[in-house]
């Protein structure tokens, strides 16, 4: 008979295995920062810094204000803990899962894509570019002489110097090593990767079980659709390592009364190691790219939370915010906000601030701390509420 999982249960346990309902440092350093990394396995990255750039804030949703640069020295140069590369979205990965996505780069390889055939068709510049990093080193594609290193044209006006170097980050030809004001730092796999990584080549079934499990690890309680996508596997490719895993005792299968697929329940399983907490205590702001929220089938089936980023949305008609971040408070999603780092002025601007039906009553009261400390974190003297939103009075009359 299968284990039944109430929602609630279900909600604690993907928050726990999260890492939120735990007992921040006073001054989070290094060591919680790797630990961190370690339990998510992958920090998404995007280029939008309105309030903060995505990758920064899962350390601050768990672990509260911290020092950005230990973070920096983590996820960049050659003797930082991860690589970027396209796990998720574009994301830091430790260093270790690099020959996991192995199968991917050859797939990539032998994709007929539409970069793929022309650096195929260009492959003296491919060649140029392998040369020019051996000779010299990392660098930016910015930085490498050569006629083609010319913005023009579609692919959002990359030079062919830069396009080429894009499919080759794909491929592993090339690695990111770090970002300098956010342009990626290509280099030789050879020249940022200790030989045991680059001679690891595990097979196709084994690198999707390890990811499987890592995700299934991170994720506590999770749908085949939830794990597959944690790493943008599809599912058909993760349904045979979720048996394996199953049959070997990592995964638990079990029922969550309202997770459904038509009329049937959704089958979904709970990894072996996975907290089962009474109760969550947390007050946070979520990045758009959390790996509670960025799969969103799976915010709505475990927080009822229908969540639609607005960056690509014509002002006019944006409904809650440029980038408005999902608002956790214990184990629910109770609304948002629009956040503006303000750095010029010396504030931090709430554009607009909204509840959901689930709210309590006290939502303004808990989330004004969170964004005192986030206003803190960014080196802004205070938070000023000038948007619009059921939320804003309320937040405007606690900041008084």
Not at 200 to 219: F, I, K, N, T, W
Not at 352 to 357: D, K, L, N, R, Y
Request: one cysteine or more.
């Amino acid at each position: 008979m299968l284990d039944s999982v109430s929602p609630a249960l279900a909600r604690r346990i993907a928050l726990a295995a999260q890492g939120f309902g735990r007992a921040s440092p006073a001054e989070p350093g290094t060591r919680a920062l790797a630990g961190l990394l370690d339990r998510l396995s992958l920090l998404q990255i995007d280029s939008v810094n309105v309030f903060e750039r995505s990758h920064y804030l899962p350390a601050f949703s768990r672990l509260g204000g911290y020092d950005k640069a230990l973070l920096d020295r983590l996820t960049t140069g050659r003797r930082g803990r991860t690589v970027e590369y396209w796990a998720h979205e574009a994301a830091f990965i430790p260093r270790g899962l690099w020959p996991l996505f192995g199968f991917r780069r050859e797939a990539y390889r032998a994709k007929g894509h539409a970069w793929g055939g022309w650096v195929a068709e260009n492959r003296h510049l491919a060649d140029f570019l392998v040369h020019e990093l051996a000779a010299n080193g990392p660098m930016r594609a910015s930085e490498i002489e050569h006629d083609a290193n010319e913005r023009r044209g579609p692919w959002w006006g990359w030079s062919d110097v830069k396009r080429t170097l894009e499919w080759m980050l794909r491929t592993g030809e090339v690695v990111c090593v770090e970002r300098r004001r956010f342009e990626r730092v290509y280099a030789l796999p050879a020249q940022a990767l200790p030989a045991d990584l680059l001679d690891a080549e595990p097979s196709h079934d084994e690198s999707v079980r390890g990811l499987v499990e890592l995700a299934a690890s991170a994720l506590g309680i999770a749908t085949l659709a939830d794990l597959a996508d944690y790493w943008r596997l599809k599912r058909a490719e993760a349904a045979p390592a979720v048996r394996d895993l199953e049959d070997a005792g990592v995964l638990l299968p079990v029922t969550v009364p309202g997770w459904t697929t038509g009329s049937k329940p959704t089958p979904a399983w709970v990894h072996r190691d996975a907290r089962r907490p009474r109760r969550i205590d947390a007050a946070a702001l979520l990045s758009p790219f959390d790996p509670v929220v960025w799969f969103r089938p799976r915010a709505e089936r475990l927080f009822d939370f229908h969540y639609r980023i607005e960056i690509y949305t014509p002002e006019p008609q944006r409904v809650f915010g440029y980038y408005s971040l999902p608002v956790l408070v214990d184990d629910r999603v109770v609304g948002r906000v629009d956040l503006k780092s303000d750095r010029k002025a010396g504030v931090l601007r709430v554009q607009s601030a909204w509840t959901e039906p689930s709210a309590p009553a006290d939502t303004a009261a808990r989330l004004v701390p969170v964004l005192e400390r986030a206003a803190a974190w960014q080196g802004l003297g205070e938070v000023v509420v000038v948007g619009r939103g059921d939320l804003s009075p309320a937040l405007a009359a606690e900041l008084m």
